[in-house]
């Protein structure tokens, strides 16, 4: 016998879709419990670098973007979540952390005390098409030194990426560090009299070559001649050859000079890097970063230099997974109470108190169902409970452990 149909009570094909929108993820607990581990290794380790956390809104006025030098044409025109206000202002989901980073430093120019160290791990958005690795919103570790135009500056950002790969139970064998710089590059492009757009549709180009069949007709193109980059390993005395230099006595060596890495961003102007995971089921870049020494300018007449990165939870997450690396931290005691009844569940409450107050750290919960107390325990198992205690009419309470 079919039930009757509550009054008002929807069809079942007018039930909204429990889907949620495309490109963006729901964190049940499971999954929220790795992302919990993968932020706090990723504050750990550049707090232990002398990393400050900050943050700002995910909204910004969309002139933010659509500035030059502030971020590539592609982003603007296509990937970002654009809107105009009941205040008739145009309003942009940021799409990444960096503008509003330079702004907030811009803003208390005169009151930092430089070098200044900060990061943040904003919620990102932009119209991608979804696929592995790559969402429309994200999480987003960004590491920024605003103050510090020196080879030492581009050194300390480049170990700190490292370290937080090796932090998370990566062997340096595992992935390699891709670094060239801009200025060595627009030097090159300046020797063969190429026009600011030329410079920039090569540097376009450059960025797509692993994707693209005929990179050598493309670039005649922008050349209007057979072009060959020519460039040999940089000079020991050069800021690559330095920074490469300063990694190796570090003890870093998995580097590599790579033509091809040139960074998607307008607003580059020195060394750049990615970190490549150099599995086969995931050869795909983790992070990116580079020197920066124009983007406050955007803000003030006195630009501040900036070298960063960031490194996306998504991809961290598959580097993780590819590599069979840990994905959660040290797990709390937990502990189930299990009333037998009702009028039991003060009691339990009372001995959460006391667990809770005597033992930092515990967490505590009860189980209020009115069920059969082998069900309460199952229930328990299934939470990953480490134990549990029966609430009954006895004075005597003492904790039951899982195998």
Same mark, same amino acid.
């Given at each position: 016998m079919v039930a009757d149909i509550p009054y008002n009570h929807p069809m079942s094909n007018d039930f909204l879709s429990t889907d949620p929108y495309k490109g963006v993820r729901d964190f049940y607990p499971e999954d929220?419990?790795?992302?919990?581990?993968?932020?706090?290794?990723?504050?750990?380790?550049?707090?232990?670098?002398?990393?400050?956390?900050?943050?700002?809104?995910?909204?910004?006025?969309?002139?933010?973007?659509?500035?030059?030098?502030?971020?590539?044409?592609?982003?603007?025109?296509?990937?970002?979540?654009?809107?105009?206000?009941?205040?008739?202002?145009?309003?942009?989901?940021?799409?990444?952390?960096?503008?509003?980073?330079?702004?907030?430093?811009?803003?208390?120019?005169?009151?930092?005390?430089?070098?200044?160290?900060?990061?943040?791990?904003?919620?990102?958005f932009r119209y991608e098409r979804p696929q592995k690795g790559r969402l429309r919103e994200h999480w987003q570790l960004n590491c920024d030194m605003f103050g510090s135009d020196t080879v030492a500056a581009d050194v300390e950002i480049i170990a700190l990426a490292h370290q937080l790969l090796l932090n998370f139970g990566a062997q340096p064998e595992m992935f390699e560090i891709r670094i060239n710089d801009r200025a060595w590059m627009n030097e090159r492009f300046e020797q063969e009299g190429f026009t600011h757009e030329q410079s920039n549709a090569m540097l376009y180009l450059l960025d797509r070559k692993a994707k693209i069949d005929?990179?050598?007709?493309? $670039?005649?193109?922008? $050349?209007?001649?057979?072009?060959d980059l020519g460039l040999s390993d940089p000079a020991p005395d050069s800021r690559l050859g330095q920074v490469l230099a300063g990694l190796m006595q570090l003890g870093i060596n998995n580097t590599k000079v790579s033509l091809s890495t040139v960074r998607g961003f307008d607003y580059y102007t020195g060394v750049?890097?990615?970190?490549?995971?150099?599995?086969?089921?995931?050869?795909?870049?983790?992070?990116?970063?580079?020197?920066?020494?124009?983007?406050?300018?955007?803000?003030?007449?006195?630009?501040?230099?900036?070298?960063?990165?960031?490194?996306?939870?998504?991809?961290?997450?598959?580097?993780?997974?590819?590599?069979?690396?840990?994905?959660?931290?040290?797990?709390?005691?937990?502990?189930?109470?299990?009333?037998?009844?009702?009028?039991?569940?003060?009691?339990?409450?009372?001995?959460?108190?006391l667990i809770r107050q005597e033992?930092?750290?515990?967490?505590?919960?009860?189980?209020?169902?009115?069920?059969?107390?082998?069900?309460?325990?199952? $229930?328990?198992?299934?939470?990953? $409970?480490?134990?549990?205690?029966?609430?009954?009419?006895?004075?005597?309470?003492?904790?039951q452990r899982f195998e």
């Amino acid at each position: 016998m079919v039930a009757d149909i509550p009054y008002n009570h929807p069809m079942s094909n007018d039930f909204l879709s429990t889907d949620p929108y495309k490109g963006v993820r729901d964190f049940y607990p499971e999954d929220m419990a790795i992302q919990q581990y993968i932020f706090d290794t990723w504050s750990k380790t550049t707090e232990s670098f002398g990393y400050e956390r900050y943050d700002a809104s995910v909204l910004e006025p969309a002139s933010l973007y659509k500035s030059k030098g502030a971020v590539n044409e592609e982003i603007v025109n296509d990937q970002t979540y654009t809107f105009t206000d009941r205040g008739d202002r145009e309003v942009t989901l940021r799409p990444e952390m960096t503008p509003t980073a330079a702004r907030m430093i811009a803003k208390k120019q005169k009151e930092l005390a430089f070098p200044v160290r900060w990061y943040s791990i904003p919620n990102l958005f932009r119209y991608e098409r979804p696929q592995k690795g790559r969402l429309r919103e994200h999480w987003q570790l960004n590491c920024d030194m605003f103050g510090s135009d020196t080879v030492a500056a581009d050194v300390e950002i480049i170990a700190l990426a490292h370290q937080l790969l090796l932090n998370f139970g990566a062997q340096p064998e595992m992935f390699e560090i891709r670094i060239n710089d801009r200025a060595w590059m627009n030097e090159r492009f300046e020797q063969e009299g190429f026009t600011h757009e030329q410079s920039n549709a090569m540097l376009y180009l450059l960025d797509r070559k692993a994707k693209i069949d005929n990179f050598d007709e493309e $670039a005649e193109k922008i $050349a209007g001649k057979p072009f060959d980059l020519g460039l040999s390993d940089p000079a020991p005395d050069s800021r690559l050859g330095q920074v490469l230099a300063g990694l190796m006595q570090l003890g870093i060596n998995n580097t590599k000079v790579s033509l091809s890495t040139v960074r998607g961003f307008d607003y580059y102007t020195g060394v750049i890097f990615e970190i490549f995971d150099v599995s086969g089921e995931n050869n795909r870049s983790l992070l990116g970063g580079g020197r920066y020494d124009n983007l406050t300018g955007l803000f003030s007449v006195d630009p501040v230099s900036g070298i960063g990165f960031g490194m996306g939870d998504v991809t961290m997450r598959d580097f993780l997974e590819t590599h069979n690396l840990p994905m959660k931290g040290t797990k709390s005691e937990h502990i189930v109470m299990i009333p037998t009844k009702p009028d039991q569940d003060n009691k339990a409450q009372m001995i959460a108190t006391l667990i809770r107050q005597e033992n930092a750290g515990t967490v505590v919960s009860i189980d209020y169902n009115d069920r059969q107390v082998p069900k309460k325990i199952e $229930a328990a198992r299934k939470k990953g $409970a480490s134990g549990y205690i029966v609430i009954d009419e006895t004075d005597g309470h003492s904790i039951q452990r899982f195998e």
